[in-house]
């Protein structure tokens, strides 16, 4: 089956660097992709996505990458903040019947040292 | 507080008995969905309900597992005779079809131990 990957289960950065969440896909059929933030205790919280006809997006010191061609894309953030500290899910969307779902990776956990 | 609204917040239970989780979408939100979280890993589809269509059932593990969503508001995700796989932490979201069909809202999750 096609599934959605992550290349590291685990990063650590020091505060005010940026950071780089990597994501690989292999569904090239996915059009849509969404990178969301679990802190601890929480659900998941939207950060930010990207259609399949761009390239680059950017938020509020987030930007996602895609590169389609080798189905690959990233979130980088960008003076990490304590407060970024939490596991980072990428998420795929596949178009199944009727119905949307997201297929998430197993997610990467960002840790920001002082 | 708008969002999303799980209970309980834990649950600790015996093997083989039933439990309920209880989700409570965003007012006016017609998609609302389940998955599970088991340590360490990523979010595993359980189900989905859109509106009043038939809801797409195809992520539950086994037919010890069922949930039906009243009046296209609270959900309730019932497993039956619990295993200790079932172990995990039960997220559920809820979508609005108009305001953009893939941002998903969770809750915080309710998290399932079996004994």
């Known amino acids: 089956g096609e599934s959605v990957g992550l290349h590291l289960p685990t990063l650590s950065v020091q505060e005010g660097d940026n950071s780089i969440i990597n994501c690989a896909y292999s569904?090239?059929?996915?059009?849509?992709f969404i990178w969301y933030k679990q802190e601890s205790g929480k659900g998941p919280q939207f950060i930010i996505d990207?259609?399949?006809?761009?390239d680059k997006r950017q938020g509020q010191r987030v930007t996602v990458l895609l590169n389609k061609t080798v189905k690959h894309l990233s979130l980088q953030i960008a003076a990490t903040q304590p407060g970024d500290s939490a596991v980072y899910f990428c998420?795929?969307?596949?178009?199944?019947?009727?119905?949307?779902?997201?297929?998430f990776g197993s997610g990467t956990q960002l840790t920001v040292l002082p | 507080g708008a969002g999303v609204s799980q209970s309980p917040s834990n649950k600790v239970t015996e093997k083989g008995k039933d439990v309920e989780l209880r989700c409570d979408p965003i007012s006016g939100h017609t998609a609302l969905y389940w998955y599970r979280q088991s340590l360490g890993q990523g979010l595993e589809f359980l189900i989905y309900?859109?509106?009043?269509?038939?809801?797409?059932k195809s992520g539950l593990p086994s037919d010890r597992f069922s949930a039906e969503r009243t009046g296209g508001s609270v959900s309730t995700l019932t497993i039956q005779r619990t295993q200790q796989e079932d172990s995990a932490v039960y997220l559920c979201a809820s979508s609005s079809q108009r305001g953009g069909q893939h941002e998903q809202f969770f809750g915080p999750g309710t998290r399932l131990t079996v004994l």
């Open positions: 998420a795929e969307n596949k178009y199944g019947g009727s119905a949307r779902q997201l297929t």
């Open positions: 990207i259609r399949s006809n761009m």
């Open positions: 569904n090239s059929a996915s059009d849509y």
């Open positions: 309900f859109q509106g009043n269509s038939a809801p797409d």
